[in-house]
């Protein structure tokens, strides 16, 4: 018997599930679970981390991520403006930062942040200690990425509202700041979100500042306490600590994808 196109995809999508199912259980079997669980699922070793996972190393990496999202949107937006400007030293200025921080790993950002200012500027110092330090050092680099996805926005955003604003009698700025740039937000908040998504990942890297017990973040503490009790558990709990964070606004991204595209 021929089967229609449409049930032959029907039958080939089936069993690929099937087939899919049957490796995963596979593996699982095969798995060595006493082992795995001795080396990654301890709950002597889990339980000796909290509460100071959640009150100190969590809400630290919270506190990071919004420092550095709120600095990084802000001088993504400038940045943004300038792209579009007409002035030709204003694109040229943020055409060359977008190029630079999109181009240099953070790790190396915020070293120079940590270590490079306060030898440029030994009677100066960024305010807010290590807080303000990772604020600068990843928000500088969020805000290339930001200034382009803003910029798309922008250019999104019909040109007749912008001339239409104009004919009204309003001023330039005005129609940006009350017609273009509410449009645009709209637009961009989903990609706006998953940069919170990967700012929360790289407050990983803030180790490299040399962070105290007070400014200890998830990483880092999980690293301290698998090196006290020789076991990876801490890692793991690490992980799903950021999946608390990361999760929900993976959803919130989903959620405002399929808002967006009911009203388009």
Not at 119 to 142: C, H, K, M, N, W
Not at 145 to 163: C, D, H, N, S
């Amino acid at each position: 018997m021929k089967l229609s196109p449409r049930r032959r995809r029907r039958v080939f999508r089936v069993a690929g599930y099937v087939i899919f199912v049957l490796v995963i259980v596979a593996v699982l079997a095969a798995a060595d679970w006493g082992r795995l669980s001795d080396a990654f699922f301890r709950s002597d070793v889990a339980g000796s981390m909290f509460p100071e996972a959640i009150t100190i190393a969590l809400r630290n990496t919270i506190i990071y991520t919004l420092l550095a999202f709120v600095f990084g949107l802000t001088l993504g937006l400038i940045l943004a403006l300038m792209r579009l400007s007409t002035i030709l030293p204003y694109r040229w200025f943020a055409t060359a930062y977008i190029e630079l921080f999109r181009g240099l790993p953070a790790l190396l950002v915020l070293f120079m942040i940590g270590y490079g200012v306060p030898l440029a500027f030994p009677d100066r110092e960024i305010p807010g200690g290590v807080y303000g330090s990772v604020t600068v050092g990843l928000g500088l680099t969020a805000a290339a990425y930001m200034a382009e996805t803003i910029r798309a926005g922008i250019q999104a955003v019909p040109k007749g509202q912008l001339e239409a604003a104009r004919t009204l009698g309003m001023s330039h700025p005005r129609a940006m700041v009350s017609i273009v740039l509410p449009q645009a937000f709209r637009i961009v908040i989903p990609p706006l979100t998953n940069e919170i998504i990967l700012l929360t990942k790289d407050t990983s890297l803030v180790y490299v500042l040399g962070v105290t017990s007070s400014t200890i973040e998830l990483t880092k503490f999980a690293g301290d306490t698998l090196n006290s009790r020789v076991n990876p558990t801490p890692l793991v709990v690490a992980g799903l600590l950021y999946l608390v964070i990361t999760l929900p606004l993976s959803q919130l991204v989903r959620g405002l994808e399929r808002r967006a595209a009911r009203e388009r």
